[in-house]
C-alpha cells in the first residue's frame, strides 16, 4: 500500500523528462515561412508570433536571405506547474536561397501581427541575364 506522501507529489514528477525535452528543443527552432512571386518582386512571409521586431535580423549573404533572431522566454512560473508546454523560444534561423534575377540590394522588410514580410525586387531582364564580358586581343 502507497502512503499518502509519497503520492502527493506525483503529476510534476511524472512530467519532468518531458518538461526537460521541452527545454532542449525550445532552443532553437526554425520558424514556419512562404515564397511567392509577383510580377516586380518576390515575397517571402516568415511567422514569428512572440518575436520583438529589435530581435530579428534579416541580411543577405552570398545571394542568400537569411532571417535569424531570437524569441525570448517570458514565462513566469510562480504558483503554478506545468505539465508541459509546446511553445517554442529562442534562437531562430532561415536561410532562403534567392533566384538569379533577385536584387538583393532592393529589400523591403516589414514586421506586422508576429509575421515578417520580405520583398526582394526583381532585376530587368537585361540585368538578370549577367554582362558581357569583351575579349581583347593581346
Not at 503529476?11 to 526537460?20: A, Q
Not at 530581435?55 to 517570458?74: A, Q, W
Amino acid at each position: 500500500m502507497v502512503e499518502k506522501s509519497h503520492t502527493a507529489g506525483w503529476w510534476p514528477n511524472l512530467y519532468e523528462p518531458l518538461r526537460s525535452m521541452g527545454q532542449k528543443l525550445a532552443e532553437w527552432f526554425a520558424p514556419r515561412s512562404d515564397a511567392s512571386a509577383f510580377d516586380d518582386y518576390y515575397e517571402v512571409n516568415v511567422e514569428l508570433p512572440g518575436v520583438k521586431a529589435p530581435d530579428v535580423d534579416v541580411s543577405i549573404h552570398d545571394n542568400n536571405l537569411v532571417v535569424r533572431g531570437e524569441k525570448r522566454f517570458e514565462r513566469s512560473e510562480a504558483g503554478r506547474t506545468y505539465f508541459f508546454s509546446e511553445r517554442e523560444y529562442g534562437a531562430f534561423q532561415r536561410s532562403f536561397r534567392l533566384p538569379p534575377d533577385a536584387d538583393g540590394e532592393k529589400v523591403d522588410a516589414e514586421f506586422k501581427d508576429g509575421v515578417l514580410c520580405l520583398r526582394i525586387a526583381k532585376r530587368s531582364s537585361s540585368q538578370a541575364a549577367g554582362k558581357k564580358i569583351e575579349v581583347r586581343q593581346a
